[in-house]
């Protein structure tokens, strides 16, 4: 499946083993009641880094990325099997909160989802959970700039998140998870219900972020993908067939030069 003996591939593999990975999935299976729908995954997503999930509908792209923060836990039926490690730690072990994870491996889904409360409110909402005891007027500005929407709302912070546009919500929602100072953050399809002006604002946002936070974003969109992430995982199941990982790689490398047909067939839009 990955890393093949040419040159090339020795070299991309020395680049990804530079820095430890910050997920590493080891022979993960999920189950949903009898049904499976992901098969043996073994995946490391680089620290610091976009890593894109592409693949057909129903492959599991939600599925596997609702393992990383143990969101898939409050789904009756969900069985899993194997492992995954968050910065070493294997992450449905004995003493592990799932509260905790979920602000350290934040998420921001399809919808853009603010609190109906104020702009402010929706970025303190976490910190004040956790007892925050620096000064809340700052994180949440600091929040805000690192999504880049302070200067838009920076006037009317007690007003109503909803008034926002879809595209404003969605950085609202990106600060929010910010203010809780994760290190991982989880987007399942974060532009598919924003226009192309407001999906590039997000794109540009997920590079700037990616300095400091290591991103995992699904996208059924290639371009999406080619333009923002470094690495890339295709994933192919349906109804009938149990989910698996294809390929993993560089972007470059999987948006150019697969290795791997089906890989092939799906970027350049043969089936999916
Ligand atoms: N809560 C659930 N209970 C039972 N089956 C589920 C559940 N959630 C997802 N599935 C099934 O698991 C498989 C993978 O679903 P998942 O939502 O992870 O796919 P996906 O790749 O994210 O699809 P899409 O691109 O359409 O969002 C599908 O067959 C789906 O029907
Ligand atoms: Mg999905």
Redesign the pocket.
């Known amino acids: 499946m990955r890393m093949a003996a040419g040159t090339e591939d020795r070299e991309r593999g020395a680049d990804l083993a530079e820095a430890a990975p910050i997920i590493r999935a080891n022979g993960l299976s ?1 189950y ?2 009898t ?1 499976q ?2 098969s043996d995954v073994t995946l490391d997503f680089p620290s610091n880094k976009v890593t894109a ?1 592409i ?12 393992c990383f923060n143990r969101m ?1 836990d409050l ?4 069985n899993m099997t194997g492992q995954i490690l968050f910065d070493g730690v294997d992450l449905y072990g004995p003493g592990v909160d799932s509260t905790e994870i979920r602000y350290q491996v934040g998420m921001v889904f ?1 919808r853009p989802n603010p609190f109906p409360k104020s702009i402010f409110d929706n970025v303190a909402f976490g910190p004040k959970i956790n007892g925050y005891e620096g000064k809340l007027d700052e994180l949440v500005e600091q929040s805000l700039r690192r999504a880049a929407l302070w200067e838009e709302v920076k006037d009317r912070l007690k007003s109503s998140a909803l008034a926002l546009s879809g595209g404003q919500q969605q950085r609202l929602c990106i600060a929010r998870a910010l203010a809780v100072h994760p290190r991982v953050i989880l987007m ?2 974060p532009c598919s219900a924003l226009d192309p002006f407001a999906t590039l604002a997000i794109e540009e946002l997920m590079r700037e972020l990616s300095e400091d936070y290591s991103i995992i974003i ?1 996208t ?1 969109n290639m371009q999406q993908a080619a333009r923002a992430s470094d690495y890339t995982a295709f ?1 192919m ?3 009938e067939r149990i ?1 698996e990982l294809i390929e993993f790689g560089e972007t470059r490398q999987i948006t150019t030069n697969p290795e791997d047909e089906r890989t092939e067939a799906y970027i350049t839009g043969r089936f999916g």
Do not use: A, M
């Not at 693949?55 to 596997?64: A, D």
């Open positions: 999920v949903y009641g049904k729908v992901l999930i693949g057909p509908s129903g492959c599991g792209k939600s599925t596997l990325l609702r898939n789904i009756p039926n969900f399809q399942d399809e699904v059924h994933l199941g349906n109804e989910g």
